[in-house]
């Protein structure tokens, strides 16, 4: 895959533990430290975060500072939507997967009449929303934003009105509604949610496999069978979480979950998925080096990284 373009969006509002912001400068220096020049040559696209909101008091607790993350998705998007001009292909670097709504809402700025199809590489599927959310984290919710989704049927909470205006917002970002169709979505690696989600996926019988089942048919299978799913898109978004991976892996991430794939696993998905001429968008985040031994987390994700793009 070549890589044209970097953005780094440091936000970590959306996570429950703090640290995801410095896991862009962890897989930096996990390539200085194996001598590779790779962030030093392609131009990157900093973006502004609101972290200082985390050092005071939210009361809003069906969606943590959601204010915040308005700001942070019209930042993403307009920074996604640069980086895409010309025909490139990025490489995003995220903290928290909360600022994943904003990166969707750029490509569909960039390419509005395109059809999106998004691969996610994840144990969590971020379908909640402030009705249904147990944790009020905006990182377990970007999927939703993107699919305009409410989720009333399984509605647990009582967001404030001023929740609603907010959350209707992060929807219309990019002025788009919705910038997603469910069944030009797909689930890799998914293993650790809620009733609430597993409701929508059935729904909308979204496309989904954990890692034993991905293992049982064959990776190679399983990625064709995405890619046959998403047949109809124009340009893919290809986002690889970390704690895809199984946490004997590495801990060093916010949500780390049993049973998931080995660092190889996910090298031999990203390289079918990039080999796609559609795959426009690699997405990693969610490395939390403050929950690590050492820098592994980020040292593993950039091997991986460093096994799928062109030297």
Known sequence: ????????????????????????????????????????????????????????????????????????????????????????????????????????????????????????????????????????????MPLATALAEDNLDMQQNKPSEETKIYWEKLKLIGRIKPKLDPQNLVFLGLRDYEKEEAHLIEKHNILHWNVPQIRDMGIEEACNRSLAQLADCDLLYVSFDVDSLDPSVSQGTGTPVPDGFQPEEVIQMLRMFTSDKRTRVLEITEINPLLDSGNTMAEVAFDILWEIVDD
Do not use: C
């Not at 930096?28 to 131009?43: E, Q, W, Y």
């Open 1 to 140: 895959m070549h890589i044209d373009r970097i953005v780094e969006i440091r936000s970590e509002i959306g996570a429950g533990t703090r640290g995801a912001s410095l896991g862009v400068d962890a897989i930096k220096i996990a390539s200085l430290k194996k001598d590779k020049d790779f962030f030093k040559t392609i131009p990157t696209i900093r973006v502004k975060d609101d972290n200082h909101l985390l050092y005071e008091p939210e009361k809003t607790r069906s969606a943590k500072w959601i204010r915040g993350l308005e700001r942070q998705f019209k930042r993403s998007s307009k920074a996604v939507k640069k980086a895409l001009g010309n025909d490139s292909t990025i490489l995003v670097v995220s903290g928290d997967h909360g600022s994943a709504g904003g990166l969707i809402a750029g490509i569909k700025m960039a390419h509005p009449t395109a059809k999106l199809g998004i691969i996610w590489i994840d144990a969590h599927a971020d379908l909640h929303t402030p009705y249904t959310t147990p944790s009020g984290n905006l990182h377990g």
